[in-house]
Protein backbone atom coordinates (compact mmCIF):
# COMPACT_ATOMS: atom_id res chain seq x y z
CA UNK A 1 0.00 0.00 0.00
CA UNK A 2 1.01 3.51 -0.64
CA UNK A 3 -0.34 6.15 2.04
CA UNK A 4 -0.33 9.60 1.44
CA UNK A 5 -0.43 12.05 4.52
CA UNK A 6 0.74 15.40 5.94
CA UNK A 7 4.32 14.66 6.81
CA UNK A 8 3.69 16.48 10.43
CA UNK A 9 0.49 14.36 11.45
CA UNK A 10 1.93 10.93 10.80
CA UNK A 11 4.23 9.58 13.71
CA UNK A 12 3.19 12.11 15.88
CA UNK A 13 -0.08 11.53 16.05
CA UNK A 14 -0.46 7.97 16.16
CA UNK A 15 3.38 7.08 16.72
CA UNK A 16 2.19 3.92 18.74
CA UNK A 17 0.50 2.74 15.39
CA UNK A 18 3.90 3.27 13.72
CA UNK A 19 6.03 1.35 16.66
CA UNK A 20 3.10 -1.08 16.34
CA UNK A 21 3.90 -1.77 12.20
CA UNK A 22 7.42 -2.50 12.89
CA UNK A 23 6.63 -4.86 15.35
CA UNK A 24 3.70 -6.29 13.19
CA UNK A 25 6.49 -6.42 10.63
CA UNK A 26 3.85 -4.68 8.25
CA UNK A 27 5.09 -3.38 4.53
CA UNK A 28 4.33 -0.13 2.09
CA UNK A 29 4.88 3.34 1.76
CA UNK A 30 3.86 5.95 4.04
CA UNK A 31 4.32 9.08 1.67
CA UNK A 32 4.58 12.24 3.99
CA UNK A 33 3.67 15.48 1.86
CA UNK A 34 4.18 19.03 2.55
CA UNK A 35 7.64 17.78 4.61
CA UNK A 36 9.37 19.78 6.13
CA UNK A 37 9.33 22.89 8.53
CA UNK A 38 9.51 25.91 5.60
CA UNK A 39 6.96 24.13 2.87
CA UNK A 40 3.25 24.28 4.24
CA UNK A 41 4.04 27.92 4.76
CA UNK A 42 0.68 29.43 5.80
CA UNK A 43 -0.54 26.75 7.88
CA UNK A 44 1.35 28.10 11.45
CA UNK A 45 2.81 26.13 13.65
CA UNK A 46 0.73 23.13 14.34
CA UNK A 47 1.27 21.72 10.50
CA UNK A 48 4.82 22.28 10.23
CA UNK A 49 7.20 19.36 10.41
CA UNK A 50 10.66 19.17 11.51
CA UNK A 51 11.16 16.26 13.62
CA UNK A 52 8.77 13.41 11.65
CA UNK A 53 12.43 11.77 10.56
CA UNK A 54 13.55 11.63 14.27
CA UNK A 55 10.64 9.55 15.13
CA UNK A 56 10.65 7.54 11.88
CA UNK A 57 14.51 6.78 13.18
CA UNK A 58 13.57 5.29 16.35
CA UNK A 59 11.40 2.52 14.57
CA UNK A 60 14.52 -0.35 13.50
CA UNK A 61 12.62 -1.63 10.14
CA UNK A 62 11.15 1.60 8.81
CA UNK A 63 13.51 2.97 6.21
CA UNK A 64 13.59 6.71 5.77
CA UNK A 65 14.16 9.50 3.18
CA UNK A 66 14.13 12.56 2.62
CA UNK A 67 14.82 13.02 -1.52
CA UNK A 68 14.86 16.30 -3.12
CA UNK A 69 14.29 15.44 -6.79
CA UNK A 70 11.98 12.66 -8.57
CA UNK A 71 14.96 10.53 -9.96
CA UNK A 72 15.51 9.53 -6.01
CA UNK A 73 11.89 9.35 -5.10
CA UNK A 74 11.87 6.19 -8.41
CA UNK A 75 15.17 4.85 -6.85
CA UNK A 76 13.42 4.28 -3.89
CA UNK A 77 10.55 3.15 -4.74
CA UNK A 78 11.86 0.85 -7.12
CA UNK A 79 14.09 -0.70 -4.61
CA UNK A 80 11.50 -0.69 -1.78
CA UNK A 81 9.51 -2.83 -3.89
CA UNK A 82 12.19 -5.29 -4.30
CA UNK A 83 12.79 -5.75 -0.78
CA UNK A 84 9.77 -5.85 0.36
CA UNK A 85 8.23 -7.99 -2.84
CA UNK A 86 10.69 -9.67 -4.50
CA UNK A 87 13.08 -10.32 -1.73
CA UNK A 88 10.07 -10.50 1.36
CA UNK A 89 11.66 -8.16 3.91
CA UNK A 90 9.72 -7.05 6.63
CA UNK A 91 10.07 -3.54 6.59
CA UNK A 92 8.07 -0.36 5.41
CA UNK A 93 9.31 3.04 4.00
CA UNK A 94 8.86 6.49 4.88
CA UNK A 95 9.35 8.97 2.39
CA UNK A 96 8.69 13.00 2.85
CA UNK A 97 7.95 14.37 -0.40
CA UNK A 98 7.42 17.78 -1.52
CA UNK A 99 4.74 20.21 -2.70
CA UNK A 100 6.35 23.10 -4.76
CA UNK A 101 7.52 23.37 -8.36
CA UNK A 102 10.88 23.43 -9.25
CA UNK A 103 13.27 22.05 -12.33
CA UNK A 104 14.03 18.27 -12.11
CA UNK A 105 17.42 17.58 -12.96
CA UNK A 106 18.62 14.12 -14.80
CA UNK A 107 20.26 11.55 -12.15
CA UNK A 108 23.86 11.42 -12.25
CA UNK A 109 25.29 8.30 -13.43
CA UNK A 110 25.99 5.65 -11.53
CA UNK A 111 24.44 7.13 -8.20
CA UNK A 112 22.05 4.84 -8.07
CA UNK A 113 23.83 2.69 -5.25
CA UNK A 114 24.83 6.01 -3.26
CA UNK A 115 21.03 7.01 -3.37
CA UNK A 116 19.67 4.05 -1.49
CA UNK A 117 22.31 4.41 0.75
CA UNK A 118 21.76 8.01 1.75
CA UNK A 119 24.64 10.11 0.39
CA UNK A 120 25.59 10.37 -3.39
CA UNK A 121 27.40 13.11 -5.31
CA UNK A 122 25.46 15.60 -6.80
CA UNK A 123 28.66 17.80 -8.53
CA UNK A 124 31.81 18.05 -8.49
CA UNK A 125 33.63 21.35 -8.42
CA UNK A 126 36.38 19.74 -10.57
CA UNK A 127 39.73 21.03 -10.14
CA UNK A 128 40.63 24.32 -8.21
CA UNK A 129 43.48 26.51 -8.18
CA UNK A 130 46.13 25.36 -6.35
CA UNK A 131 45.69 26.29 -2.33
CA UNK A 132 42.09 27.51 -3.09
CA UNK A 133 39.37 26.69 -0.66
CA UNK A 134 36.81 24.90 -1.15
CA UNK A 135 34.09 23.23 1.18
CA UNK A 136 31.76 19.93 1.03
CA UNK A 137 28.08 20.98 1.03
CA UNK A 138 25.00 18.38 2.22
CA UNK A 139 21.53 18.60 1.90
CA UNK A 140 17.96 16.63 1.86
CA UNK A 141 14.65 17.33 0.75
CA UNK A 142 13.33 20.97 -0.49
CA UNK A 143 16.73 22.41 1.08
CA UNK A 144 19.10 20.81 -0.62
CA UNK A 145 18.18 23.31 -3.28
CA UNK A 146 19.36 26.46 -1.34
CA UNK A 147 22.27 24.29 -0.52
CA UNK A 148 23.03 24.23 -4.57
CA UNK A 149 22.24 27.91 -4.62
CA UNK A 150 25.07 28.69 -1.76
CA UNK A 151 27.41 26.83 -3.80
CA UNK A 152 26.91 29.33 -6.64
CA UNK A 153 27.19 32.43 -4.12
CA UNK A 154 30.14 30.50 -2.53
CA UNK A 155 31.91 30.06 -6.16
CA UNK A 156 30.48 33.83 -7.46
CA UNK A 157 31.16 35.93 -4.44
CA UNK A 158 33.84 34.92 -2.52
CA UNK A 159 36.02 32.23 -4.57
CA UNK A 160 35.17 29.22 -2.93
CA UNK A 161 34.71 26.24 -4.29
CA UNK A 162 31.57 23.18 -3.22
CA UNK A 163 31.67 19.74 -3.72
CA UNK A 164 27.54 18.96 -3.50
CA UNK A 165 26.55 15.85 -1.59
CA UNK A 166 23.01 15.05 -2.21
CA UNK A 167 22.01 13.18 1.27
CA UNK A 168 18.41 11.89 1.07
CA UNK A 169 18.51 9.76 4.35
CA UNK A 170 21.03 10.59 6.84
CA UNK A 171 18.79 8.06 8.73
CA UNK A 172 20.26 5.28 6.94
CA UNK A 173 23.90 6.94 6.90
CA UNK A 174 23.52 7.07 10.80
CA UNK A 175 22.81 3.38 10.51
CA UNK A 176 25.49 2.26 8.33
CA UNK A 177 27.69 4.20 11.10
CA UNK A 178 26.81 2.38 14.04
CA UNK A 179 27.03 -0.48 12.15
CA UNK A 180 30.47 -0.05 10.64
CA UNK A 181 31.95 1.11 14.25
CA UNK A 182 29.87 -1.78 15.79
CA UNK A 183 31.87 -4.30 13.53
CA UNK A 184 35.09 -2.09 13.75
CA UNK A 185 34.90 -3.02 17.78
CA UNK A 186 34.38 -6.47 17.35
CA UNK A 187 37.19 -7.38 15.00
CA UNK A 188 40.36 -5.44 16.62
CA UNK A 189 42.41 -7.55 14.83
CA UNK A 190 40.94 -6.77 11.42
CA UNK A 191 41.52 -3.84 8.99
CA UNK A 192 39.09 -1.24 10.01
CA UNK A 193 36.04 -0.54 7.82
CA UNK A 194 35.08 3.01 6.95
CA UNK A 195 30.94 4.05 6.72
CA UNK A 196 29.68 5.39 3.81
CA UNK A 197 30.16 8.72 4.33
CA UNK A 198 33.48 8.12 5.68
CA UNK A 199 33.93 6.95 1.64
CA UNK A 200 32.36 9.34 0.22
CA UNK A 201 34.08 12.29 1.40
CA UNK A 202 37.74 10.82 1.40
CA UNK A 203 39.78 12.27 -1.42
CA UNK A 204 37.82 15.81 -0.80
CA UNK A 205 38.56 18.56 1.23
CA UNK A 206 37.76 21.42 3.45
CA UNK A 207 34.98 21.97 6.16
CA UNK A 208 31.51 19.78 5.99
CA UNK A 209 28.02 22.30 6.29
CA UNK A 210 24.95 20.19 5.91
CA UNK A 211 21.49 21.84 5.88
CA UNK A 212 18.18 20.18 6.19
CA UNK A 213 14.15 21.19 6.58
CA UNK A 214 14.44 19.50 9.91
CA UNK A 215 16.03 20.05 13.12
CA UNK A 216 19.66 20.16 13.50
CA UNK A 217 19.60 16.69 15.10
CA UNK A 218 18.91 15.40 11.83
CA UNK A 219 22.10 16.07 10.16
CA UNK A 220 24.13 16.00 13.46
CA UNK A 221 23.09 12.22 13.39
CA UNK A 222 26.03 11.17 10.93
CA UNK A 223 28.43 13.62 12.72
CA UNK A 224 30.52 10.71 14.57
CA UNK A 225 31.30 9.54 10.88
CA UNK A 226 32.63 13.13 9.55
CA UNK A 227 35.88 13.29 9.65
CA UNK A 228 36.60 16.80 10.18
CA UNK A 229 35.05 19.90 10.97
CA UNK A 230 30.76 19.62 10.34
CA UNK A 231 28.51 22.49 10.82
CA UNK A 232 24.54 21.78 10.80
CA UNK A 233 21.96 23.78 9.91
CA UNK A 234 18.23 22.77 10.66
CA UNK A 235 14.75 24.08 11.54
CA UNK A 236 14.74 24.02 14.99
CA UNK A 237 11.91 25.57 17.29
CA UNK A 238 7.99 26.23 16.26
CA UNK A 239 6.68 26.93 12.89
CA UNK A 240 4.93 30.41 11.84
CA UNK A 241 2.88 31.11 9.05
CA UNK A 242 4.77 33.11 6.29
CA UNK A 243 6.39 32.90 2.79
CA UNK A 244 8.93 29.88 2.16
CA UNK A 245 11.23 32.69 1.52
CA UNK A 246 11.49 34.06 4.46
CA UNK A 247 10.80 30.85 6.76
CA UNK A 248 13.76 29.98 5.01
CA UNK A 249 16.03 32.88 6.50
CA UNK A 250 14.09 32.55 9.81
CA UNK A 251 15.28 29.46 10.58
CA UNK A 252 18.41 30.06 8.87
CA UNK A 253 18.91 27.42 6.38
CA UNK A 254 18.23 29.23 3.11
CA UNK A 255 21.64 30.09 0.79
CA UNK A 256 22.62 32.80 2.78
CA UNK A 257 22.94 30.93 5.73
CA UNK A 258 24.62 28.19 4.17
CA UNK A 259 27.32 30.41 2.44
CA UNK A 260 27.50 32.27 5.73
CA UNK A 261 28.23 28.90 7.75
CA UNK A 262 30.95 27.63 5.03
CA UNK A 263 32.53 30.98 5.26
CA UNK A 264 32.83 31.05 8.94
CA UNK A 265 33.80 26.83 9.00
CA UNK A 266 36.81 28.00 6.48
CA UNK A 267 37.99 31.11 8.83
CA UNK A 268 37.55 28.68 11.54
CA UNK A 269 40.21 26.87 9.93
CA UNK A 270 42.39 29.33 8.85
Same mark, same amino acid.
Given at each position: ??????S?????R?G???????????R???L????GR????????????????????????????D??F???????????????????E???Y?????????P????????????????????????????????????????? &?E +??A /? @?????? %?? $???????G???F?????????????N????????????????????????????????????????C?????????T?G??????????????E??? &?? +??? /? @?????? %?? $?
Amino acid at each position: PFYIFYSMFGFQRIGDLAWAAGDMRSRGFLLGGTAGRTTLNGEGLQHEDGHSHLFAATIPNCIAYDPTFGYEVAVVIQDGLRRMVAEQEDVYYYLTVMNENYPQPAMPEGSQADILKGMYRFRDAGKAKKGAPRVQLLGSGTIF &RE +VVA /A @ADLLRD %DW $GVESDLWGCPSFIELARDCRDVSRWNLLHPTEPPRASHVETRLSGTTGPVVAASDYMRMYADKIRACVPRRYVVLGTDGFGRSDTREKLRHFFEVDR &RW +VTV /A @ALKALA %DE $G
